[in-house]
């Protein structure tokens, strides 16, 4: 299985009361997603919205992981997208990565892992 | 031919552009065009969804004329990403289904008759109606893949377990990407052109057609029924002929099996046969990804062009070549 890894430090606004993690997988493709904090899991579906994660100076220098995986389900495409985003309430921060299956209909893994900096 | 070698430069820099976001699938290319010319094995075109960019094979490229036999095909809705296109998003409105579905296409063909024509083509197809996700794969689907992620979150993850759930998650996430159940509406056409000698000069407009197809869509079992008119250029004038006819297909797992009959009005055509009808039956066996195993028999409309020949029997192996993936992660 095909895994593609994100490391990327969020910094978000030290007085925000809370953030907020959003997750797609998009490309009409269809996955599940588990978000952990602290080695917990703290969400998952197959869409994430709008999830509060804590408060900017509860989440300092805190990691969060959002582990995935996500097969082919669209004839059109083998190819997988997925979208974070991160909203502290003033400002909002995107990432995104994409990856191929190994072939039609198999599964493929993403591991990003996201440092949080109140600033 | 300054034409035709533009159109083939213009393909490879459309490839080498796209390439950063999706990769070219060699496999046989379903068309349009080929209900023109009467080429494939069967007439009724079941509802797919074409892959981004998609040709058949580049072995009978031949030289100062038409390649020989060959086809392109691409959906250019999915020549980028979608990264806010959930699976589940703005689902079955008819405009998303129109842009997600729709796929232009060239082909090639050089007749065996004993006019021995160049033929080259264009066609297109999208869907007003895509059917509907099957729930419980959905959630079969997503059991599975929640005990892939758990399982790799252990310190000592078992690889034959992780092994075993991705299968079965293969599965269903393929019986959920090709079996959409339901109603089904596809428009397709096609406009094709004669090039006698192999001379662009020469060319010459010989049909088109523009029809619907309905199919409703069980797990197992496609119904589906089609009205088509198809124009034909007849000595500089347009003559039709009226097809009206159904298709019973039986897909398992990597097996599919399809029944047609379509009658055929084309008095306007043919002197000697006002009616005329066809009916055949088709195999196809998937063999791998990109190889298939292809039966087909059957007995062909009575042509007013090919008047000798209304067999249809194909026996046909389709091999596609490899491909590499592509990943990548981007922070902004």
Known sequence: ?119 | MKKLVLLIAFCGIFIMDTKAQTTLKMEPVTTPIYTLWGTDPSTIDRPSTPSALTTSLLSNLTQGGLPNNYAMSVAPYWLQPRYDLSFEKDYGKVWNNIRETFSASVATNHTTDSNALSQGGLGFKFQLLQGKANTKLMDSLSAYQTKVLQESMKAAPDQAKITSYQTAAKNFAQQLAERRLGSIVQISGAISADFAQNQFTNGKFNAFGIWPTYTFRTPYLDFTAIGRVIGYNMNDKIETATDIGGQLGLTYERLNISAEYVYRLQSNLSTTDETTNRYSVMIEYKLTDNAYLQYAFGKNFVSPFTPQTNLITLFGFNLGIGTSQQLSGVGS
Do not use: C, H, P, W
């Open chain 1, 1 to 119: 299985m095909n895994t593609v890894t994100l490391n990327e430090t969020v910094q978000v606004s030290a007085d925000a009361s809370q953030v907020e993690l959003s997750v797609v997988v998009g490309n009409r493709q269809y996955g599940t997603i588990l978000v952990v904090i602290d080695g917990n899991v703290v969400t998952q579906g197959s869409i994430i919205t709008d999830y509060v994660l804590g408060s900017a100076s509860d989440l300092n220098g805190k990691q969060v992981i959002v582990r995935s995986v996500v097969n082919d389900v669209n004839t059109a495409t083998n190819m997988t997208t997925m979208k974070y985003t991160f909203d502290d309430g003033t400002n909002t921060k995107n990432f995104k990565a994409t990856g191929e299956v190994e072939e039609d209909f198999a599964m493929i893994g993403y591991v990003a892992t996201f440092t949080i900096s109140a600033s």
